[in-house]
């Protein structure tokens, strides 16, 4: 859906709070109801619930890949973009809304440095974003198609699963999409119900033929893009739009890839592995932080970065003594430990 069809709910500017919920009241449908209350501010901090609460913990500043500037997040995948568009002449961009530079202003100033040709709008139509990007990357471009949303991604999911993903195996490898990049923004924001926060990677996760990836931040985002880009076979790379401008790095200017399918050990431990990846690899630093405070227990903390195909080696490579992992893409990690801590 276009721009103008898409609406985030921003609850920051809401006068209505939810309450009631698990107390057990009824409606007269005999079902539960959430009670709304005028305001929230009489609620204390501590009975306050953020959907989106972490600290963000930035990576080191790389040296390895020359001049350095700081970007947050969409811009370093606007970098990516220029620098593909830049050095390969078959690259084009397309999407809804990417020629004035997108919701989220990943491709803003790219259609007039190179062309209405070469970033260009779509019709709304997943399903035919996802076919033409298709066709383009079989016909020998390098295709970089988004989806405005990852929650709008669905209506493309015969052409990604049944066609991009199956196309060299069922060519017997005379053809396939290999040149073909599906970026969308994902999930939650603390706002934006339903339809502007999901994260549907455990869709595709089963589905051989494709890649997925996605980053934890700015530095990351650029090199996992740009090999995304580069790679042989088609990729789908999920971009944490609350990190879009929260998430601020050095970032090299220059092209740099990060190899796919490379999980990095960002903490050892040595009684628990914690896997993640995105925004929640941020969260879950602080849980390992809090677990080793308050528990004693010593966390590793993985981010698996690609989703499929993920990197075995790196998680399973564990001391036999350390029988104990846990995947986590969900908030509700972190208030364990204060439910444990308050003895409940």
Same mark, same amino acid.
């Given at each position: 859906?276009?721009?103008?069809?898409?609406?985030?709910?921003? #609850?920051?500017?809401?006068?209505?709070?939810?309450s009631?919920?698990?107390?057990?009241?009824?409606?007269?449908?005999?079902?539960? @109801?959430?009670?709304?209350?005028?305001?929230?501010?009489?609620?204390?901090?501590?009975?306050?619930?953020?959907?989106?609460?972490?600290?963000?913990?930035? $990576?080191? !500043?790389?040296? +390895?890949?020359?001049?350095?500037?700081?970007?947050n997040l969409? +811009?370093?995948?606007?970098?990516?973009? $220029?620098?593909?568009?830049?050095? %390969?002449?078959?690259?084009?961009?397309?999407?809804?809304?990417?020629?004035?530079? #997108?919701?989220?202003?990943?491709?803003?100033?790219?259609r007039?440095?190179?062309?209405?040709?070469?970033?260009?709008?779509?019709?709304?139509?997943?399903?035919?974003? !996802?076919?033409?990007?298709?066709?383009?990357a079989?016909?020998?471009?390098?295709?970089i198609? =988004?989806?405005?949303?990852?929650?709008?991604?669905?209506?493309? @999911?015969?052409?990604?699963?049944?066609?991009?993903?199956?196309?060299?195996?069922?060519?017997?490898?005379? @053809?396939?999409?290999?040149?073909?990049?599906?970026r969308?923004?994902?999930?939650?924001?603390?706002?934006?119900s339903?339809?502007?926060?999901q994260?549907?990677?455990?869709?595709?996760?089963?589905?051989?033929?494709?890649?997925?990836?996605?980053?934890r931040?700015?530095?990351?985002?650029?090199?996992?893009?740009l *090999?995304?880009i580069?790679?042989?076979?088609?990729?789908?790379?999920?971009?944490?739009?609350?990190?879009?401008?929260a998430?601020? =790095?050095q970032?090299?200017?220059?092209?740099?890839?990060?190899?796919?399918?490379?999980?990095?050990?960002?903490? =050892?431990? *040595? %009684?628990?592995?914690?896997?993640?990846?995105?925004? +929640?690899?941020?969260?879950?630093?602080?849980?390992?932080?809090?677990? +080793? =405070?308050?528990?004693?227990?010593?966390?590793?903390?993985? $981010?698996l970065?690609?989703?499929?195909?993920?990197? !075995?080696?790196t998680?399973?490579?564990?001391?036999?003594t350390?029988?104990?992992?846990?995947?986590?893409?969900?908030?509700? !990690?972190?208030?364990?430990?204060?439910?444990?801590?308050?003895?409940?």
């Amino acid at each position: 859906m276009a721009a103008s069809a898409r609406f985030f709910i921003r #609850g920051a500017n809401s006068k209505l709070s939810i309450s009631g919920v698990g107390t057990g009241v009824q409606s007269t449908l005999g079902g539960g @109801f959430l009670k709304l209350s005028p305001s929230s501010n009489s609620r204390s901090k501590t009975q306050r619930r953020h959907a989106a609460h972490f600290t963000y913990h930035p $990576d080191p !500043v790389p040296t +390895q890949y020359g001049t350095t500037q700081k970007m947050n997040l969409f +811009q370093s995948v606007t970098s990516a973009l $220029d620098n593909t568009l830049a050095n %390969d002449p078959t690259a084009v961009i397309f999407g809804e809304d990417v020629a004035f530079g #997108g919701v989220f202003r990943c491709t803003v100033g790219l259609r007039d440095k190179y062309g209405k040709d070469r970033v260009f709008n779509t019709p709304l139509c997943e399903q035919g974003i !996802v076919g033409f990007g298709i066709g383009a990357a079989v016909a020998g471009a390098t295709a970089i198609a =988004e989806i405005q949303f990852a929650d709008y991604i669905y209506p493309a @999911f015969d052409q990604i699963v049944n066609e991009a993903a199956k196309y060299r195996y069922r060519s017997g490898n005379l @053809f396939d999409c290999g040149n073909l990049t599906i970026r969308a923004p994902w999930g939650c924001v603390g706002h934006g119900s339903l339809y502007h926060s999901q994260s549907p990677e455990a869709f595709f996760a089963h589905c051989p033929g494709i890649k997925i990836v996605i980053p934890r931040g700015p530095v990351q985002a650029k090199g996992l893009l740009l *090999s995304c880009i580069a790679d042989k076979n088609p990729c789908i790379f999920f971009e944490p739009k609350i990190l879009y401008r929260a998430a601020v =790095e050095q970032v090299p200017v220059e092209s740099y890839t990060i190899p796919l399918s490379e999980a990095e050990v960002l903490q =050892e431990g *040595s %009684d628990l592995t914690l896997v993640a990846w995105g925004t +929640q690899i941020h969260v879950l630093r602080e849980v390992a932080n809090m677990a +080793q =405070e308050k528990l004693g227990v010593s966390c590793e903390v993985i $981010d698996l970065r690609t989703i499929l195909p993920w990197d !075995v080696e790196t998680v399973c490579k564990v001391p036999k003594t350390r029988t104990h992992a846990v995947t986590s893409q969900a908030a509700r !990690v972190k208030s364990a430990f204060h439910k444990n801590k308050k003895g409940k």
